[in-house]
């Protein structure tokens, strides 16, 4: 038998003011392999043509549905509303810009971020737009596609209790996109140079280790592990000057814990 489900969704115009936040209450009856994308779609079609919220594949891949689904930043194309109570409710992702009701402005906080970390490959050699592309190992493309499958949702920022402490933090998906140029060996960068970006409290030493930003990422990629590998790096070179070389070298080898610089 198919429930009826309450729907409670945060309400609020930035447009206008005036006006306050509060919640409004929906009822639709639940169907099999209903998930929460379409069940926000029969509301806005059926009950109320103005309610606000992102979408574009529905497939997981934008990452543009990211919401707060009671309580817990998700997708709403990846959450099945038989997986939840019958009574739902509904948030927008915290630390981003309210754009109005569900839908918040991730792009402008990415942006931002990937500015500040320089999110690009550094190299000193000219480009060429007639050379063959530059070769790596299997294994090693494989290692950095896992860290590129990213989709920018949002999800584990909003979850991070630092982010929501701290304006100036990059978060989980920063340092995880900041370690990917780390491995990829085009990248000319020294450590050094690393540490300058990211050696700080708004970058690897902020995170106090809860662990929410994996455990809510849609694409299950490993955060906290990269958080890891590159604050065990950053924190080694901040003492190679103090420690025995011997001991940095040691624990710079320690397998599992970091990845060797390719």
Not at 116 to 129: A, C, G
Not at 180 to 190: G, N, Q, T, V
Not at 195 to 212: E, P, Q, S, T
């Amino acid at each position: 038998m198919s429930r009826k489900l309450h729907i409670e969704v945060f309400r609020y115009n930035p447009a206008t003011p005036d006006t306050k936040p509060y919640m409004q209450s929906f009822f639709i009856d639940e169907f099999d392999s209903m998930t929460l994308f379409i069940a926000l779609n029969i509301i806005r079609d059926q009950h109320d043509p103005s309610l606000q919220f992102d979408f574009c594949c529905r497939a997981g891949i934008c990452g543009s549905c990211g919401m707060v689904i009671n309580g817990r930043p998700a997708l709403a194309c990846h959450t099945q509303t038989r997986d939840l109570p019958d009574h739902i409710v509904l948030h927008p992702l915290p630390v981003f810009k309210l754009v109005g009701d569900l839908s918040v402005d991730t792009g402008v906080w990415f942006r931002d971020v990937g500015t500040r970390i320089e999110s690009w490959i550094h190299t000193r050699k000219e480009f060429d737009p007639s050379a063959e592309e530059t070769r790596m190992e299997n294994e090693l493309a494989n290692q950095i596609f896992e860290l590129d499958r990213c989709i920018e949702c949002g999800c584990c920022v909003a979850a991070c209790g630092t982010a929501r402490m701290r304006e100036d933090f990059i978060g989980a998906t920063s340092i995880n996109r900041i370690a990917r140029f780390y491995m990829d060996p085009r990248d000319e960068r020294s450590e050094d140079d690393y540490y300058d970006l990211i050696g700080n409290d708004a970058g690897v030493f902020g995170c106090m280790g809860l662990l929410a930003c994996e455990d809510v990422c849609p694409k299950k990629i490993p955060l906290q592990d990269q958080l890891g590998i590159m604050r065990r790096m950053l924190a080694l070179n901040s003492v190679k000057g103090i420690l025995p070389a011997s001991v940095v070298k040691k624990l710079q080898n320690h397998k599992g814990c970091c990845h060797e610089k390719h």
